[in-house]
């Protein structure tokens, strides 16, 4: 019985014993029972005695391992440490010294099968993100990893490691991509066909707040702020969790949670791992501290003063104040010092916290500080009726925590004195409303404190406004007033107000008619009361009764000859319905768009002004009257055109026009027309513009330019001196024939028709079915002759592969690199993940219902036909599929007779751009660039001709060309001769 000799960490040891083989002594040798094991780069230690031979040698020249040269690392007599090389099967283990000296372990080395990396998860990301290799023998014969690159990027972190799966944490990494690579203790390597990409990572651009506490709302913007994952899993301010409330790729939103003071990093922390950060950009501040409230007890209305430290958070304002449950507006705000009135209170006594929340959402709160008092109550008012200077008494609950009443009103009304008032009892003289109306009598304690009786008092009027023309108008408005007891018994000329702006009275009025002209006031705008009052001193009052006009805007505020202003106010149809003209000092709208009364819509005529020139706007009514607005639009120089070529064309010339203005002081232009049709725009500014013609008949007419203010300058109104000041379209061109009319790169094609030059003097390019040609050999008005391009049905960049309309540089997962005419990214077959090629029996990889053997992907519910393996039973395919991968829709491998199938979905037949190809039974990609074909090879698109001219102009023909696949040379016999 021999003994195995003693194992070192991540090495495999072997004893020899040493010489050449007829001086072997075999009493210093001790042999292991078991063969050694390993894989590509595994490194063994091989221990013995006269390992260099008995003739001097001085070193180890050669090791092989079943064969196989293995890579010399070390050596000495007793001690030779080699890298396993790539091999297979068992053998000897054989090491040759610099003297030719052999020392052999007779079936010592056992190479065990490579590990392979099937698949990474994701297969890209950044810094941080998880990576899941999936795959066979992935510790290549060792019991763990210590090396794991990804796109030869050592990992930050191996997480775990088993035989079939690998969790690692990638490493910080410009963009790339590459290999992945896992190295175990063994120092054996398993790498696979599945590479890696880098990312760029995410970047934080901007924190707002930068500073804050506990509450405030932080908001994060950047790019790629999922560092390529799908979700935000965590976000630390200062190393603190914030609460996420939004996220994007771009702005994540968050909610600072409790930390202490200091400046530190914001982290964000992807679903993947990924981890996107930026130094010092969060600062902790001081936590914001409410120490007293005072009053600290009342009831609705009660204004209350709020002292502290710090109290905005780190922010510039409070947003909010709350007592209990119940809101309180802020009227004063500073770090130490907040005032607010308490918007409502419950019934019955409770104390409660008070809170303030900052502009940026930081929250500062002191517990039990307010007591609720019994809510102040008024139980009688008497009389609960009557006119001015009524004595009325209110009695009941009313001063709420306060100790005395300061304020009664009646609808609204203040009263006119109050002749007493305790908590209990207030006795007060009401005004003259002038009006017959029922409100609300509310009294008002020192604090604030309200309290409320609804609808509690009806005032009494003798006179009453009932008709009022018009409703509406601004200074010098002339206004009618009818009613009854107007003058309230006053033999003078009365005083008018409407909504807040005095009238002068005429002459001529009586009890039941007053005509007032409103006066002008900077200060009125907006609907109001009409008072009346009377030289006797009693008031008469219309609540709401006028509106007084006002223009407060006009948008854009300068323009010219076809600008869109839309004029913003109150009242603007002055109580009429339609708007008669708008006037400005320097032209008149041209037409109204829009009107109501607050917004009216117009478009401006011509003006002809030498500079800029503010104007005052005039709203003119059918019913006469007018709204005005002193120097609100300022009409400026019209754009002028002062040269364009050519002067004629058809459809696809190139115009080219020169100017100054052509903006129309707009920032862009939206459209564009010649002689009455549209054109194209290709390129403009305030001083150029190229447009193409469209379509037309022989005609004339005139270039208009339209801003995106609806400004439109002219050809007409210019100084460019084309003829007539009008465009002409020549009569358009016709292609009659094209021949051939088939072809390939190079092809003599003559195009032959009529006004073919399009006014220009040459040909410049043809277009075949989309692919344009400048071999043009001759040119004239009614023959065409070219060599027709090359159809591009083939990546231009070498390497690059064709893979749905696009040209990639690897092929993506369930595809693999078909060379040919077309380089291509042809479909694995339906059974594999990934492969090397069209059959069933190229399979690198399988879905997760399949298992990969030989190449081939199978199972037992697959060979059962019509189910697939799921979990440890069989489950029904969907009804789509005859066999499938799992059982959706999309996971067919073969369809139901009378559809076909394209990646492993079936249809009723192949959709555009696709054939099905009977060798391989499913729909495969067309030519590049064919819609229409019943094979790689033969398209069946007949596409359009186009004759492009000199200045642009263009003649064409659908439905004329098609392009054949080029030739290839497959074989040339003789391949040589004279």
């Not at 790019?223 to 939004?246: E, K, M, P, Y």
């Not at 829009?594 to 819509?601: D, G, L, W």
């Not at 549209?678 to 469209?694: Q, Y």
């Not at 033969?938 to 000199?950: E, G, K, M, T």
Request: charged share 10%; net charge negative.
């Amino acid at each position: 019985m021999h003994h195995f000799c003693s194992v070192p960490l991540l090495v495999v040891v072997v004893w020899l014993c040493g010489g050449i083989r007829a001086q072997l002594q075999p009493d210093s040798c001790v042999f292991p029972d078991e063969p050694a094991r390993g894989q590509v780069g595994t490194h063994i230690t091989i221990s013995g005695t006269t390992l260099l031979g008995f003739t001097g040698g001085t070193g180890v020249v050669s090791v092989t391992l079943a064969g196989v040269e293995a890579t010399v690392v070390d050596s000495n007599d007793t001690h030779v440490v080699a890298a396993a090389g790539s091999g297979t099967g068992s053998g000897d283990i054989v090491l040759t010294s610099n003297t030719g000296a052999q020392a052999v372990q007779p079936d010592g080395w056992v190479y065990l099968p490579s590990g392979e990396i099937n698949q990474t998860s994701p297969t890209n990301g950044q810094v941080g993100t998880r990576v899941t290799l999936i795959g066979t023998d992935l510790l290549g014969g060792g019991s763990s990893l210590t090396t794991v690159t990804l796109a030869n990027v050592t990992v930050s972190e191996i997480v775990s490691a088993t035989d079939t799966h690998v969790v690692v944490v990638a490493a910080s990494a410009s963009p790339s991509i590459g290999s992945v690579e896992l190295i175990a203790n063994t120092g054996a390597r398993v790498g696979g066909n599945v590479t890696f990409e880098y990312l760029a990572v995410g970047t934080i651009d901007t924190v707002f707040p930068a500073q804050g506490q506990v509450g405030t709302i932080v908001t994060i913007n950047g790019t790629s702020l999922f560092g390529h994952g799908d979700s935000i899993a965590q976000v630390l301010l200062n190393g603190v969790i914030a609460t996420v409330r939004n996220e994007s790729n771009a702005e994540v939103v968050v909610v600072a949670g409790a930390g202490t003071t200091g400046v530190g990093n914001v982290t964000i922390i992807a679903d993947s791992g990924a981890r996107i950060s930026a130094s010092g950009v969060w600062e902790y501040l001081e936590t914001a501290a409410l120490t007293a409230v005072e009053p600290s007890s009342g009831q609705f209305g009660t204004r209350i003063t709020l002292s502290g430290a710090r109290l905005r958070g780190g922010g510039t304002g409070i947003a909010s104040a709350f007592v209990g449950t119940f809101s309180a507006s802020v009227t004063v705000a500073n770090d130490t010092h907040i005032e607010a009135v308490i918007d409502g209170g419950p019934s019955r006594e409770e104390t409660v916290s008070v809170g303030v929340v900052s502009d940026t959402g930081a929250t500062t709160v002191l517990g039990s500080s307010f007591t609720f008092v019994d809510r102040p109550s008024i139980l009688s008012v008497s009389p609960d009726t009557g006119r001015g200077g009524a004595s009325v008494v209110i009695i009941g609950s009313l001063c709420g925590g306060g100790s005395g009443i300061v304020n009664v009103t009646f609808a609204g009304l203040a009263v006119t004195t109050i002749t007493s008032a305790s908590c209990t009892r207030v006795e007060a003289i009401a005004a003259d409303f002038g009006a017959n109306i029922t409100g609300d009598v509310i009294t008002t304690a020192n604090t604030g404190a309200k309290a409320v009786l609804t609808s509690g008092f009806t005032y009494l009027a003798d006179g009453e406004i009932v008709g009022v023309v018009p409703s509406a108008g601004q200074g010098g408005t002339v206004v009618t007033l009818t009613g009854s007891l107007l003058l309230g018994g006053g033999p003078d000329r009365p005083t008018v107000s409407l909504a807040g702006a005095d009238a002068f009275v005429r002459n001529g009025f009586t009890e039941s008619s007053i005509v007032a002209v409103a006066l002008a006031s900077s200060s009125a705008g907006g609907l109001g009361d009409i008072i009346i009052t009377g030289s006797s001193g009693v008031v008469t009052r219309l609540i709401d009764g006028f509106t007084f006009s006002r223009i407060d805007s006009v948008t854009p505020s300068f323009g010219q000859r076809g600008t869109v202003i839309t004029i913003q106010g109150i009242a603007l149809l002055a109580g009429g319905e339609n708007v008669s003209v708008i006037r400005l000092t320097s032209g008149v709208a041209v037409q109204v768009l829009e009107a109501n009364s607050t917004r009216i819509v117009a478009v401006l005529g011509p003006a002809t002004v030498t500079s800029d020139t503010l104007n005052d706007v005039r709203i003119e009514m059918e019913n006469g009257q007018a709204v005005e607005g002193d120097g609100v639009f300022t009409y400026r120089v019209a754009g002028d055109v002062s040269s364009v070529v050519p002067v004629s064309g058809q459809q696809g010339t190139l115009i080219t026009i020169r100017g100054q203005r052509l903006l129309g002081h707009g920032t862009s232009h939206v459209g564009a027309t010649v002689a009455g049709v549209d054109a194209e725009i290709l390129s403009s500014n305030d001083t150029f513009v190229l447009l193409a013609a469209g379509t037309n008949d022989a005609t004339t007419g005139d270039i208009i330019l339209v801003a995106d203010t609806g400004a439109t300058v002219i050809l007409d109104d210019g100084t460019a001196g084309v003829p007539g000041d009008e465009w002409r379209y020549v009569s358009a061109g016709n292609i009659t024939d094209v021949s051939p009319a088939s072809g390939q790169a190079g092809t003599l094609v003559t195009i032959t028709g009529t006004r073919l030059l399009g006014g220009g003097s040459a040909i410049t390019s043809v277009s075949l079915a989309g692919i344009t040609s400048t071999a043009i050999l001759s040119s004239s008005e009614t023959e065409v002759v070219l060599s027709a391009g090359e159809y591009a049905g083939h990546c231009r960049v070498l390497g690059e592969l064709l893979f749905e309309g696009a040209c990639v540089a690897t092929c993506p997962s369930g595809t693999y690199a078909a060379r040919g005419i077309e380089d291509r990214c042809e479909p694995c077959h339906s059974t594999c993940a990934t492969c090397s090629g069209a059959d069933a029996d190229d399979c690198n990889a399988c879905p997760a219902a399949l298992t990969l053997a030989s190449g081939s992907c199978g199972s037992f519910c697959l060979s059962t036909g019509g189910s697939f393996t799921n979990g440890t039973g069989c489950s029904a395919c969907h009804d789509n599929c005859t066999d499938c991968v799992g059982g959706l829709e999309t996971d067919c491998i073969t369809c139901q007779s009378g559809t076909v199938r394209l990646g492993r979905e079936c249809f009723t037949s192949c959709p555009a751009g696709y054939f099905f190809d009977d060798s391989t039974a499913q729909c495969l990609e067309c030519m590049q660039g064919c819609t229409v074909c019943t094979s790689r090879t033969q398209c069946q698109d007949v596409l359009s001709v186009r004759v492009i001219a000199d200045t642009g102009a263009f003649v064409q023909r659908n439905t004329t060309w098609a392009y054949n696949v080029a030739g290839v040379i497959s074989t040339v016999s003789p391949s040589s001769g004279q």
